[in-house]
């Protein structure tokens, strides 16, 4: 007969076992080796508290603070108490009408997700293979590459959102004025040098050399939020999000009405937390716009903040301005004249046929050195590949031309 100790003991291993998968299909970084420092853990606790429990396993398991909230809706939904359902549902009728459902906690769909994942799905029947001709077809992949993204479904999107955050954005390093010690390095430290030597009685038995410290300038985003534009901000955010969480000196500014800074929010490495973040502090998503008073306000405020040591812009809008071209044309010079490159993407690109003739194009293609559009996936990579590249000096003559 088998030991009741030895089981219960098996059983709980088992079910940290489970937790950890449901924690690492939710996206929390659990090894192997937090898993045995958990099962250790519950051999020094009161196992029949459930507070102990929780610090034991949110001690060994969690390790940066913001996978916190994500820990606890686990705990909550995985070690939840089996009860009786008919008590349950006699005291929902006592208890009287209910009060409205809370909003969903970040993370939670992702959670959900995460815990469907580990039901194990029935195994479908047998079939008989077919032979597919593949010939002259299109993978689903490959099309998802060309399609609009404001013409995707839901699923779509969803894919779309996954490839994006697997871009990465390379800038070209720029050397700057600060200096750091390197031993086979091009310059000459004579103030390190003679430090070194007072060591030594004065003695000088090798020179210090430095070399100056390398690294990506600062990007700056400008997104327009407008009804014409919301489909693109929305996907548009992921690849930001995953920029700003990849590399330093990322600053990223929506603006419809007027202008919001979300760097800050973006830095939050949950995505979906980051989002809600940023939706509750962006009043004006799917409004009008107003790109020359978003620009005076970012000029005015914090041009001189973020444009510095070579700064690149991304703005991104189609130029339909609700105010016509007030004030934009002198707005967008002094823009271009603060930043070493400022990259315009402009969804309306897309169509072969486009022609700068509204007012607000006509005024900002003079001041802008490169014209791209971004609407799809391969134009996404497209503008990816071209940043660490001189920008195509022929196609904006021939832009400014037609303007």
Known sequence: MADPDVTARGLLSLNILNFARLLRRAGLPVSPADMLAAQDAMTRIEIGSRPQVRTALRTTMVHRHEHQDMFDQAF????????????????????????????????????????????????????????????????????LQEMDFEAMSAAEIAEAKREITRLHLPLDTRRTRRRRPDPIGPQFDLRATIRASLRTGGEIFGIARTRRVAKPPPLVVLCDI???????????????????????????????????????????????????MVAQIVPDWSGGTRIGEALAAF????????????????????????????????????????????????????????????????????HVDEFRTVHNLASLRALVASLSAPPDLRAMDRWRLAA
């Not at 194990?120 to 029947?125: A, D, G, L, R, S």
């Not at 995953?242 to 973006?266: C, K, M, P, W, Y």
């Not at 991104?316 to 490159?341: F, P, Y």
């Open 76 to 143: 909550k939904l995985y070690w939840r108490a089996a009860e009786n359902n008919e008590v349950l549902e006699i005291l929902d009728k006592l208890a009287g009408p209910k009060p409205p459902p809370e909003k969903a906690p970040p993370g939670s769909r992702r959670l959900a997700e995460a815990m469907a994942a580990q039901k194990e799905k029935p195994t479908p029947p047998e079939e008989a293979r077919e032979e597919i001709d593949a010939v002259l077809t299109v993978s689903d992949r490959e099309r």
């Open 226 to 276: 407008s009804g014409s534009m919301s489909r693109y901000a929305q996907i548009l955010l992921h690849f930001l999000h995953a920029v700003a969480n990849e590399r330093d000196r990322v600053h990223t500014f929506l603006f419809g009405t007027r202008l919001s800074n979300i760097t800050r929010q973006l830095r939050h490495r949950d995505p979906e937390v980051a989002f809600q």
């Open 299 to 366: 000029n005015r405020h914090w041009a001189r903040r973020v444009l510095g040591q070579g700064a690149m812009v991304l703005l991104v809008t189609d130029g339909l301005d609700r105010d016509g071209a007030a004030g934009l044309a002198e707005n967008m010079e002094r823009l271009h004249k603060s930043c070493s490159r400022l990259v315009w993407l402009n969804p309306l690109l897309r169509w072969d046929g486009f022609e700068p003739k509204s007012q607000g194009i006509r005024a900002m293609l003079p």
